[in-house]
């Protein structure tokens, strides 16, 4: 399968500021690159996948970039809502779909 | 609604088997592949496998091959997870997800967009 790996594995910010995280495939990958927002106690939601396309729904404070082997989630001005763990998943090895190990996004 | 209903929360001791189910509707269910995904106490998400609801064609991660069984009754358009002799390790959250794809240019991309809301499995003596 192909590893992936997210950093920082933690994170403190407040309301209004802007967090990058970043995720880093163990080979190329292209573009095939989802990532979630998971809240405790609740499934996992899709925010983009292709690396950069916004799911359905989802605010444009969210935006994705990258490709190749490495990718980043950023979060433009932070709302309290947006405190979670976040994925990264890809999907370019057909039908195994391996996830980053998470990132928590905490409030300072 | 497109939905994922799973089964209720099981409490089992070590040795004993295990079926926990995924039925979805508000959509086609064999149109769309099944994910199953396991989340551990305090740990992230890990890629169990996959089942083809038209055929159940299926594909398991290495990690999980010869430990579970991914099946799916289409008839009833639901899917389900199985284990023979679950141990104390087993003990985790479950979800199960469906396959959906999205056109970007000329490119179909895959990911899991509809989930259910998780079965938690408690294995202990």
């Known amino acids: 399968d192909i590893p992936m790996t997210q950093s920082p594995s933690s994170l403190s910010a407040s309301v209004g500021d802007r967090v990058t995280i970043t995720c880093r495939a163990g080979q190329d990958i292209r573009t095939y690159l989802n990532w979630y927002q998971q809240k405790p106690g609740r499934a996992p939601k899709l925010l983009i996948y292709a690396a950069s396309t916004l799911q359905s729904g989802v605010p444009s404070r969210f935006t994705g970039s990258g490709s190749g082997t490495d990718f980043t989630l950023t979060i433009s001005s932070l709302q309290p809502e947006d405190f979670a763990t976040y994925y990264c998943q890809q999907s370019y090895f057909t039908l195994m779909y391996t996830f980053g190990q998470g990132t928590k996004l905490e409030i300072k | 609604e497109v939905q994922l209903v799973q089964s209720g929360g099981e409490v089992k001791k070590p040795g004993e088997s295990l079926k926990i189910s995924c039925k979805g509707s508000g959509y086609s269910f064999t149109s769309y592949w099944i994910a199953w995904v396991r989340q551990m106490p305090g740990k992230g998400l890990e890629w169990m496998g996959i089942i083809d609801p038209n055929d159940s064609d299926t594909r398991y991660s290495p990690s999980f091959q010869g430990h579970v069984t991914i099946s799916v009754d289409r008839s009833i358009n639901t899917a389900y997870l199985q284990w023979n002799t679950l141990k104390a390790s087993d003990s985790a959250m479950y979800f199960c997800?469906?396959?959906?794809?999205?056109?970007?240019?000329?490119?179909?991309?895959?990911?899991?967009?509809?989930w259910g809301q998780g079965t938690t499995v408690t294995v202990s003596s």
């Open positions: 997800a469906r396959r959906g794809e999205g056109l970007v240019s000329t490119t179909y991309y895959y990911f899991t967009d509809v």
